[in-house]
């Protein structure tokens, strides 16, 4: 059991930088897939960007790529996703979520473990 525990998110105005970490509770010893995922009122969740154990890769969703950027410390166990010039369109809850093993990186039913969410809210 992979338990997840993200940090607080934040409210800022368009244009500026934030931070996410994710921990997770054990560490993992086979290559899992951690990928940050999205979800605004009234929308689906929506897949923002993975990393990849295997081979330290990363992917990203064309809404923010060139924007944030997802990194994992393998001694802290620890996922983050560095937020930059953040858009009003940005403002969603914000989820963590872990997988032993995908076949599709940015659908939700394949990750067993989930962070508990956190909000980051984007003002213009």
């Known amino acids: 059991q992979v338990k997840l525990l993200e940090s607080v998110g934040g409210s800022m105005q368009a244009g500026g930088s934030l931070i996410l970490s994710c921990t997770a509770s054990v560490y993992t010893v086979s290559n899992y897939v951690y990928t940050w995922f999205r979800q605004a009122p009234g929308n689906d969740r929506e897949w923002v960007a993975s990393?990849?154990?295997?081979?330290?890769?990363?992917r990203y969703s064309d809404s923010v790529k060139g924007r944030f950027t997802i990194s994992k410390d393998n001694a802290k166990n620890t996922l983050y996703l560095q937020m930059n010039s953040l858009k009003p369109e940005d403002t969603a809850l914000y989820f963590c979520?872990?997988?032993?093993?995908?076949?599709?990186?940015?659908?939700?039913?394949?990750?067993?473990?989930w962070g508990q969410g956190t909000q980051v809210t984007v003002s213009s």
């Open positions: 990393f990849f154990d295997s081979d330290a890769s990363t």
């Open positions: 979520a872990a997988s032993e093993s995908v076949l599709v990186p940015g659908a939700s039913y394949e990750y067993p473990y």
